[in-house]
């Protein structure tokens, strides 16, 4: 059974850093790529940045230059390096994965990632 698991998420000030962890129960190559997202009160779920099998990597123009995504394949672990941390990145952080073939979509239970002074 496929399972996603977040942690790191907790409170910060404006400026700080924070580490997000996902966790996979399976090993990342099952997935065509792996992701981020999030979600704030009264907003729909964005992408925050994304990484493929190969090691490419996307981000939402919101936070380029700030967040950084990583895989460690090994210990089937999916990372996100958010520095800079603003307000408005207050929200639920989400870990997806897209698996190989049948496309189907994995969702983790969430984290929550808040900015506030």
């Known amino acids: 059974q496929v399972q996603l698991v977040e942690s790191g998420g907790g409170l910060v000030q404006p400026g700080g850093s924070l580490r997000l962890s996902c966790a996979a129960s399976?090993?990342?190559?099952?997935?065509?790529?792996m992701g981020w997202y999030r979600q704030a009160p009264g907003k729909q779920r964005e992408l925050v940045a994304r990484?493929?099998?190969?090691?490419?990597?996307n981000y939402a123009d919101s936070v380029k230059g700030r967040f950084t995504i990583s895989r460690d394949n090994a210990k089937k672990m999916v990372y996100l390096q958010m520095n800079s941390l603003k307000v408005e990145d207050t929200a639920v952080y989400y870990c997806?994965?897209?698996?190989?073939?049948?496309?189907?979509?994995?969702w983790g239970q969430g984290t929550q990632v808040t900015v506030s002074s």
């Open positions: 990484i493929s099998s190969g090691g490419s990597t």
């Open positions: 399976v090993s990342i190559f099952r997935f065509t790529a």
């Open positions: 997806n994965g897209e698996q190989i073939g049948t496309l189907k979509e994995y």
